[in-house]
């Protein structure tokens, strides 16, 4: 059964830091790895997606997440925080067959500070 | 594209009512996911659909719940005799197929049971 862990309920950063929130998965093979973004009161959307090819994958805003297999990680970064980063941050996986269940984290709360 | 759209965004309701959601998905999308979130926690999977079929089902999904997907389009998800349990984020997602496509939201359903 596939499994994700993000590392920190809530991530409290200074404006212009370096953005930093951990995602690790259990899955018997590599799965497809997402990071979505829940600002209040909206939707879930997507930042960024890693399927196959390059492990450093680009998303919406700054955003980028690199995969490590040996590390079963998929960390999302950003160089220099703004205060409209300020959301909450999902990790998510889902099989590359038999299937589409997509499991979630718990979710990391991105504080910005001034 | 108007995005996906549930229906209604609240409701409150007494311990042992049945409640009834719906979920409308962006146009041409084939695939439609019900998801439930409670407080400081992600989505987790209840069931999703492949056109009109209900191809997987959570174990999360008692027999107090159904979810319908009569002609391929809008959803419903219904809730019976409720349960204080049953209080939290009620999520649809859908997508357009592939085995990593991506998932659009809407805004939630919030059920409050008394």
């Known amino acids: 059964a596939q499994s994700v862990t993000q590392l920190g309920s809530h991530v409290s950063v200074s404006e212009g830091a370096l953005v930093l929130l951990r995602c690790n998965y259990s899955s018997s093979v590599p799965p497809y790895l997402f990071w979505y973004v829940q600002y209040p009161n909206q939707g879930l959307q997507l930042l960024l997606k890693?399927?196959?090819?390059?492990?450093l994958v680009k998303g919406i805003n700054g955003f980028e997440a690199e995969f490590k297999k040996s590390e079963t990680s998929f960390h999302l970064t950003k160089p220099s925080a703004h205060m409209s980063d300020a959301a909450e941050y999902f990790c998510?996986?889902?099989?590359?067959?038999?299937?589409?269940?997509?499991?979630f984290g718990a979710g990391t709360r991105l504080f910005v500070k001034a | 594209d108007t995005g996906v759209s549930q229906d209604p965004r609240h409701k409150i309701t007494k311990r042992g009512q049945n409640v009834t959601f719906r979920c409308d998905p962006i146009?041409?999308?084939?695939?439609l996911y019900w998801y439930r979130q409670t407080l400081g926690q992600g989505p987790e999977f209840l069931t999703y659909?492949?056109?009109?079929?209900?191809?997987?089902k959570s174990r999360l999904l008692s027999d107090r719940f159904s979810a319908e997907r009569p002609k391929g389009s809008f959803s419903t998800l219904e809730i019976q005799r409720t349960e204080q349990g049953d209080s939290a984020m009620y999520l649809c997602?859908?997508?357009?197929?592939?085995?990593?496509?991506?998932?659009?939201f809407g805004p939630g359903t919030r059920l409050t049971v008394l």
């Open positions: 997602a859908s997508s357009s197929g592939g085995q990593s496509d991506t998932q659009y």
């Open positions: 659909f492949q056109n009109e079929a209900q191809l997987e």
């Open positions: 146009s041409e999308h084939n695939r």
């Open positions: 998510a996986v889902s099989p590359t067959t038999g299937g589409f269940k997509t499991i």
């Open positions: 890693y399927t196959t090819g390059a492990t």
